[in-house]
């Protein structure tokens, strides 16, 4: 039945990218014929707001048209992903798409308004957000193995401080406890503001946090650093290892690309990814991406952003249901 499953999600997926007849191809010849808006499913000022207007701007030179940034908020990025996936399906509506709108929540809640593998189309990657493993300096583990050793050997004693359920780092620590086969007790918080104060003051053992706010305390020696949580180490952080290197199956990558409504013809997709396949390797972009700590991608065409999302849709389809996660009501 899983199996059977599975095979129905990739077909979904499958059928983002299909053939492109000679009806589907003809707006593409004039394409952009409008003004083209690009809907950031969370508040200005973050950092998918930020990359959003980056990429407008980039977007606007290479059609020769305006490229806007909308700002829909609300239910954790669902409201303004789902006014993305409705939209007419002939690119000049974008979604600024996210590895949490689109392959983790449709695996934590059953009313999303929209359904990622029906509804949405890949057509960029633009970035991908490691999150980082921290513990209190006072905690005697000094690196991935040394802390799977000391939980293990006290089942129960020790306690991870999250931002909030369901969000990546309260799934890393799960998939974390999966792996290792240990018993450490989740303590949520409503944000990383209020958690971390927690694991420096010592209530906590540890957190999986995102880079921008657990490593500057790292790097000041308040908190010690033991891993990064993606499948290889960070670029701009060669020193520090990658969990998967004691962990090989622990890979968690946040991420965010542009996407449009399911049905946009692949020639239009093709001409919105060509300018943003060099864009996110332009060395002043990279920088930005680190600031914000992030990666720029390297994943250049539609097809491959598409795989991309089909792996991340199908592996937390699969950490969830091991792990019995789920959104308090």
């Known amino acids: 039945m899983m199996r059977h499953r599975a095979g129905a999600i990739a077909a979904l997926f499958a059928a983002m990218l299909p053939g492109v007849s000679d009806a589907q191809a003809q707006p ?86 929209y359904d990622p593998p029906r509804d949405l189309a890949a057509v960029a990657l ?3 957000f490691p999150n980082l493993l921290v513990v209190r300096p006072a905690l005697p583990a000094k690196d991935v193995k040394s802390l799977i050793e000391l939980v293990r050997a006290a089942p129960g004693k020790f306690s991870y401080a999250s931002s909030g359920f369901g969000a990546s780092p309260h799934l890393s620590a799960e998939w974390f406890k999966r792996l290792t086969k240990t018993d450490i007790l989740h303590v949520p918080y409503t944000g990383s503001g209020p958690a971390l104060p927690s694991l420096l003051g010592g209530h906590v053992d540890m957190m999986f946090d995102t880079l921008p706010s657990a490593l500057p305390l790292a790097q000041e020696g308040k908190l010690r650093a033991l891993g990064v949580t993606t499948a290889e180490r960070v670029p701009f952080l060669p020193d520090l290892p990658a969990i998967a290197e004691t962990l090989p199956e622990f890979d ?44 720029a991608a390297k994943i250049n065409t539609p097809q491959e952003f598409d795989a991309w999302i089909r792996r991340d849709y199908e592996k937390w389809r699969r950490v969830i249901q091991e792990t019995g996660i789920k959104i308090p009501k």
């Open 252 to 295: 968690v990558t946040s991420w965010l690309g542009i996407m449009v409504p399911s049905g946009t013809s692949a020639e239009i997709r093709a001409r919105i990814a060509a300018p943003l396949a060099t864009f996110v390797q332009e060395p002043a972009i990279v920088k930005r991406l680190q600031e914000l700590g992030a990666v």
């Open 28 to 113: 593409a010849l004039t394409y952009p014929e409008r003004t083209v808006r690009i809907v950031v499913p969370f508040p200005a000022g973050g950092a998918t707001d930020i990359l959003a207007r980056l990429v407008a701007e980039r977007l606007s030179g290479a059609f020769g048209r305006a490229v806007v940034v909308e700002n829909i908020s609300g239910a954790a990025g669902a409201t303004g992903t789902a006014a993305g996936a409705k939209a007419a399906a002939d690119g000049h509506t974008l979604l600024m798409g996210t590895g949490t709108t689109t392959t983790l929540l449709p695996h934590l809640r059953g009313d999303l308004p």
């Open 126 to 128: 633009i970035a991908s």
